[in-house]
């Protein structure tokens, strides 16, 4: 299949492209380089260097004749968020109509894949993992312009006739993920510890989160290319695991001493989040196959790597 990957310079659509081609699909990234770099980009994906909003896209997408769209390409620093809105919603609101009409016009897309957010969507976790089917809640800007694409993405996909595939990921974590941002606790402690210096945690450190490795995300996504029917997707491990404690697995895996420092909470931040994975275990049989344990161990290794 020839499949276009938005965000595909990225962290996660990295490495969605990277199984992509190992199945032997043909793999075009577009990507504007924002946040993404072309070292992430497997040798054999073409790349298209071009913004999600720009007018263009409508002509590539004709030109290109995709069977598949895999969008990852967004705004997703929750803080930018809350202090440009208009800034968030015209990448991941407009981005997003502009990537659904190409993909519609173009007539050739058959399924339209669009990685969403668990973590930013359901409110406070009080021990009942959310399911799918639980009322949402964003909080902040970026939750609400995913809700609001989620919504796009079903209008569209009935307009022009193609299958969606709605994927809410929890907190990814694993290799290449941006360490100079403020998301991804992991990579930013890694690096931290690294350069020698104390990272900081928010508030007390006892807040949780529901943490996949980047490889379990792109099994996904490469299952679901034999999946023919609409589905919205929970994407999650359902462990809870609070920021203290990864915090200590990282000092293991780079048997490190340095002690973090402790910042003023994030306001607004609920104090736990987790989400069901029930319906990705019954209709696919997945389960997530690396253990935080491993995951991290993984990633330690790969920024040791880039340092060499
Ligand atoms: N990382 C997580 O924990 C997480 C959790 C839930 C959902 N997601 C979603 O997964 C997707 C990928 O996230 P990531 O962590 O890999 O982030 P990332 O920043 O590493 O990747 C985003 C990619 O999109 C590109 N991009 C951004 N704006 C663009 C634009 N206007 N036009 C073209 N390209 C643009 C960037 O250059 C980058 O390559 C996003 O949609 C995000 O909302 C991520």
Same mark, same amino acid.
């Given at each position: 299949?020839?499949?276009?990957?938005?965000?595909?310079?990225?962290?996660?659509?990295?490495?969605?492209?990277?199984?992509?081609?190992?199945?032997?699909?043909?793999? $075009?990234?577009?990507?504007?380089?924002?946040?993404?770099?072309?070292?992430?980009?497997?040798?054999?994906?073409?790349?298209? &260097?071009?913004?999600?909003?720009?007018?263009?896209?409508?002509?590539?997408?004709?030109?290109?004749?995709?069977?598949?769209?895999?969008?990852?390409?967004?705004?997703?620093?929750?803080?930018?968020?809350?202090?440009?809105?208009?800034?968030?919603?015209?990448?991941?609101?407009?981005?997003?109509?502009? $990537?659904?009409?190409?993909?519609?016009?173009?007539?050739?897309?058959?399924?339209?894949?669009?990685?969403?957010?668990?973590?930013?969507?359901?409110?406070?976790?009080?021990?009942?993992?959310?399911?799918?089917?639980?009322?949402?809640?964003?909080?902040?800007?970026?939750?609400?312009?995913?809700?609001?694409?989620?919504?796009?993405?079903?209008?569209?996909?009935?307009?022009?006739?193609?299958?969606?595939?709605?994927?809410?990921?929890?907190?990814?974590?694993?290799?290449?993920?941006?360490?100079?941002?403020?998301?991804?606790?992991?990579?930013?402690?890694?690096?931290?510890?690294?350069?020698?210096?104390?990272?900081?945690?928010?508030?007390?450190?006892?807040?949780?989160?529901?943490?996949?490795?980047?490889?379990?995300?792109?099994?996904?996504?490469?299952?679901?290319?034999?999946?023919? &029917?609409?589905?919205?997707?929970?994407?999650?491990?359902?462990?809870?695991?609070?920021?203290?404690?990864?915090?200590?697995?990282?000092?293991?895996?780079?048997?490190?001493?340095?002690?973090?420092?402790?910042?003023?909470?994030?306001?607004?931040?609920?104090?736990?989040?987790?989400?069901?994975?029930?319906?990705?275990?019954?209709?696919?049989?997945?389960?997530?196959?690396?253990?935080?344990?491993?995951?991290?161990?993984?990633?330690?290794?790969?920024?040791?790597?880039?340092?060499?």
């Amino acid at each position: 299949m020839k499949i276009a990957i938005t965000g595909g310079a990225g962290f996660i659509g990295s490495h969605i492209v990277d199984s992509y081609i190992q199945q032997g699909h043909t793999v $075009v990234v577009l990507d504007n380089f924002s946040s993404g770099s072309r070292a992430n980009i497997h040798p054999k994906a073409s790349v298209i &260097e071009i913004d999600i909003t720009s007018p263009e896209l409508i002509s590539i997408f004709e030109k290109e004749q995709f069977d598949v769209v895999n969008h990852h390409a967004a705004q997703l620093n929750l803080r930018v968020s809350t202090e440009k809105p208009t800034f968030d919603a015209t990448v991941n609101i407009l981005g997003t109509i502009n $990537v659904l009409e190409a993909a519609g016009k173009s007539g050739s897309v058959s399924q339209f894949i669009f990685a969403s957010t668990g973590g930013a969507l359901y409110g406070e976790f009080t021990g009942q993992y959310f399911t799918e089917e639980d009322e949402v809640s964003p909080q902040a800007p970026y939750g609400i312009s995913k809700l609001s694409a989620e919504y796009y993405v079903k209008y569209f996909a009935k307009k022009y006739g193609f299958i969606y595939s709605i994927l809410r990921y929890t907190n990814v974590y694993g290799p290449r993920q941006n360490a100079k941002g403020e998301a991804g606790v992991v990579s930013i402690f890694i690096n931290t510890i690294l350069d020698n210096k104390k990272p900081t945690i928010n508030g007390l450190g006892n807040q949780t989160r529901d943490y996949v490795f980047v490889a379990d995300i792109a099994s996904v996504n490469t299952l679901l290319l034999t999946y023919k &029917e609409n589905i919205t997707l929970n994407i999650s491990c359902e462990v809870e695991t609070s920021v203290n404690d990864i915090y200590k697995e990282i000092q293991i895996a780079t048997v490190s001493n340095i002690e973090p420092n402790f910042g003023t909470p994030i306001p607004g931040e609920v104090m736990r989040s987790s989400c069901s994975n029930s319906k990705l275990k019954t209709i696919f049989s997945w389960s997530p196959s690396t253990t935080l344990n491993d995951g991290i161990q993984q990633t330690v290794e790969f920024f040791v790597s880039q340092r060499q």
